[in-house]
C-alpha cells in the first residue's frame, strides 16, 4: 500500500512563495509519475502540474505556468511543487498523487493513488 503525504500548505500573501512537499511510503516510487492536483471550494479538483518517473519531463495547467515549478527527489520518495507569485485564485486544497504510469499524465483517472491534501490560502 501506498502512503501520500503532504505538507508546507499554509497562509500567504498575494505574490508570495510556498513549497509544497509529498512525502511517499513503498519501493515503487521511482517507477510512476507524480502529480499535483488542487481543489477550490464549490469546484471540481483540477490538474496543477506532473513530473515524469526520472523527473526529466512535466507538464503545467496554464494558470500557473511560469509561476510554479514541480520536481522529484526519488532518494528520498518526494515530489515537490514550487509556487511563487502567489494569486487569490490559487487559494485551494492542493493534492499530490502517484500515477499508474511511468509517463506523465495530466488526467486525473491516471491516478490510483491520492494524498489527503494540504490547504493554501492565499490572501488580498
Keep these: 500500500q501506498v502512503q501520500l503525504v503532504e505538507s508546507g500548505g499554509g497562509l500567504v500573501q498575494v505574490g508570495g512563495s510556498l513549497r509544497l512537499s509529498c512525502a511517499a511510503s513503498g519501493r515503487t516510487f ?12 464549490g469546484k471540481e479538483r483540477e490538474f496543477v502540474a506532473t513530473v515524469s518517473w526520472r523527473g526529466g519531463i512535466t507538464y503545467y495547467a496554464d494558470s500557473v505556468k511560469g509561476r ?10 518526494t515530489v515537490y511543487l514550487q509556487m511563487s507569485s ?4 490559487d487559494t485551494a486544497l492542493y493534492y499530490c498523487a502517484r500515477s499508474t504510469l511511468p509517463q506523465s ?14 490547504q493554501v490560502t492565499v490572501s488580498s
Design 105 to 118: 499524465s495530466v488526467q486525473s483517472h491516471d491516478y490510483n493513488y491520492w494524498g489527503q491534501g494540504t
Design 86 to 89: 502567489l494569486k487569490p485564485e
Design 68 to 77: 510554479f515549478t514541480i520536481s522529484r527527489d526519488n532518494a528520498k520518495n
Design 30 to 41: 521511482s517507477s510512476y509519475a507524480m502529480g499535483w492536483f488542487r481543489q477550490a471550494p
